[in-house]
């Protein structure tokens, strides 16, 4: 058997050249790390120097969208405010309208009666030349005749 310092001197040769063949190996990926680090490098400057206006924009825009939830729920009550105000404005012209249908049919009835009593006053004999009627006693029994008779009267003219 040889020396053993021989094959610790041959170990170590061995190691040396596997460690040089790795280094060269290695030194592409090397280069593309260092080139990776400063692509991230320019996006992290890129991101410091744009986050902040973005976020600001973007709490603008939540601001604004905001105020305007707050324009439309203002907006949406004034319209069931409006909405409210037309329906009791249409209950009282529906209640209006029926007091002037009675009202109608009351003129009417009236204007029918003044024409009834107009043309039966016209075929009667006028109001001076009538003669006096006789006055009802107060009894019951007088009253009713007095009715009696005072209603045929009415018929016959």
Known sequence: MLDPLFWLGLSLLLVAVSLTAVLIAALPA????????????????????EFP?????????????????DDINEGVNSASGVVKQVD????????QAKNVGVKTQSAIAGVQAAWQT????????????????PKPSLE?????????????EDEKK
């Open 30 to 49: 090397f280069r593309e790390i260092a080139r990776a680090a400063r692509s991230a490098e320019k996006l992290f400057d890129t991101l410091r120097r």
């Open 88 to 95: 009791e404005s249409l209950g009282s012209a529906r209640q």
């Open 53 to 69: 206006p973005t976020l600001d924009a973007i709490r603008l825009t939540g601001l604004e969208i905001s105020e305007l939830t």
């Open 118 to 133: 107009l043309n039966r006053s016209s075929t009667r004999v006028p109001t001076d030349r009538r003669l006096p009627s």
């Open 140 to 152: 019951s029994d007088d009253r009713r005749d007095f009715r009696l008779t005072r209603s045929s």
